[in-house]
């Protein structure tokens, strides 16, 4: 199974590639510095059609299947950052396929319209400080009072947090427990609302907030799908946030394999080249079969979700893989080099330490693990 079936997708891989090396490539490392990717990517993006490009065309995106985000994501890594593709990614696919899949066309028009024309920027809302892993836990009050509903409450780790225009918000409406959940679209302009920018050990250029409510006024219309019906929209939008995350992986393990075997060739040491030594040769080697091993299991899976097959333990198998592979694959091209891999500078040394993200975010290894346990009759 290939990533590219057709000319189509060649086509918007030769464009996207065109503008990650005019746009993207040569800026990566002042945005690390900056700690935020600058709003004219997000609408040079929507300018070419490709912010939206899994959303529908009745609202302004480009109504494709995955097989297109995935293409978009393996070109946007070959930038060598995965704090850009975060924040992209977390505004077009976390923040707003939520609304799109369970708001109100008055909802969509306002938000995911002026989402996929770059016009306003989202971030999605579900991790609390006593609340992360366990969703349903999650302990942000939304009451409603006539026309509104009052909020209050805190979130944790909010990818986009401090640059977003709006909060896909899940909050508890109704009582303790995943039944008790709901999703608000909360203005970041809503009297009451304050965030701060956390310091991060990764993913620098990619801004990441705690937000706090504190009686938070939102027009009850903002409400998306029906009151105490949110857990399951959250749960649906993991299954797109988990296969971005492992077509991130593949393409980043991939990136760093490329680098770590021209390093191999280059670099000499008792006369020869790092790659004369077979220890080397056998370690990328390894390297090579893992990534070929996920990028295979990751494809699989965009083709039973893209054909709409219940696909939730093949996707967590995808993410569980293709993730830990990235981080496997961070630790051996850091190794092989050397000193090199502790510099800023790096790319590999990087992209090491932003892949310890990717086995947390969208559900953490374990969790992908508790998945396919509880969809393979593994749980006594
Ligand atoms: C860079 C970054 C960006 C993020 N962006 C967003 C965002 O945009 N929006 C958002 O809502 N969240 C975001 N998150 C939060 C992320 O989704 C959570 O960190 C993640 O779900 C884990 O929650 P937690 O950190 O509270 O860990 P916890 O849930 O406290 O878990 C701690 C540890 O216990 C393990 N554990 C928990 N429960 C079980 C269990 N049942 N069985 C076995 N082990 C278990 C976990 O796997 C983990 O290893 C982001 C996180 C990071 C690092």
């Given at each position: ?32 510095r900056e700690g935020e990717v600058p709003r004219q990517i997000f609408t040079k993006l929507a300018d070419l059609g490709f912010l939206g490009i899994r959303l529908s065309p009745e609202y302004g995106g480009g109504g494709q299947d995955f097989w297109f ?58 991790s609390e400080p006593e609340a992360g892993t366990d969703v349903a836990g999650l302990q942000t009050r939304a009451v409603r009072d006539g026309d509104e509903y009052v909020i209050n409450g805190s979130k944790l780790y909010i990818s986009n947090g401090t ?184 790319l590999i040394g990087r992209l090491y330490r932003d892949s310890l993200a990717l086995t947390i975010g969208a559900g953490t290894s374990e969790t992908m693990r508790n998945i396919i346990a509880q969809s393979n009759e593994l749980v006594a």
């Amino acid at each position: 199974m290939e990533l590219r079936h057709s000319e189509e997708h060649e086509a918007v891989s030769r464009t996207l590639r065109d503008f990650v090396d005019r746009e993207i490539k040569p800026n990566t490392l002042q945005w690390e510095r900056e700690g935020e990717v600058p709003r004219q990517i997000f609408t040079k993006l929507a300018d070419l059609g490709f912010l939206g490009i899994r959303l529908s065309p009745e609202y302004g995106g480009g109504g494709q299947d995955f097989w297109f985000t995935a293409i978009l994501l393996q070109e946007l890594m070959r930038a060598g950052s995965i704090g850009v593709v975060v924040a992209i990614m977390a505004h077009a696919e976390f923040a707003t396929k939520v609304i799109e899949r369970g708001g109100s066309h008055e909802l969509k028009t306002k938000y995911v319209q002026a989402a996929a024309e770059g016009k306003l920027i989202g971030a999605l809302g579900v991790s609390e400080p006593e609340a992360g892993t366990d969703v349903a836990g999650l302990q942000t009050r939304a009451v409603r009072d006539g026309d509104e509903y009052v909020i209050n409450g805190s979130k944790l780790y909010i990818s986009n947090g401090t640059i977003a225009d709006y909060i896909t918000t899940a909050v508890r409406t109704g009582d303790a427990g995943h039944r008790g959940i709901s999703i608000i679209v909360v203005p970041a302009d809503t009297k009451g609302l304050t965030r701060s920018r956390l310091q991060k050990i990764g993913t620098h250029s990619s801004d990441t907030a705690e937000i706090f409510f504190d009686d938070c006024r939102v027009p009850a219309e903002n409400l998306v799908g029906e009151e105490n019906k949110g857990f399951r929209l959250i749960m649906e939008g993991f299954e797109g946030e988990r296969l971005v995350l492992s077509v991130m992986a593949c393409s980043q393990a991939r990136l760093m394999f490329e680098q770590a075997r021209q390093w191999g060739h280059d670099r000499k040491a008792f006369g020869q080249s790092i790659l004369g030594f077979q220890v080397w040769q056998h370690r990328l080697a390894d390297v090579l079969t893992q990534i070929e091993a996920a990028e295979t299991l990751t494809y699989r899976a965009i083709d039973e979700y893209v054909k709409g097959e219940p696909a939730n333990s093949i996707i967590s198998m995808a993410k569980l893989f293709a993730t830990e592979m990235a981080l496997d694959t961070a630790r051996e091209c850091a190794q092989i080099q050397g000193g090199l891999s502790h510099m800023e500078e790096c790319l590999i040394g990087r992209l090491y330490r932003d892949s310890l993200a990717l086995t947390i975010g969208a559900g953490t290894s374990e969790t992908m693990r508790n998945i396919i346990a509880q969809s393979n009759e593994l749980v006594a």
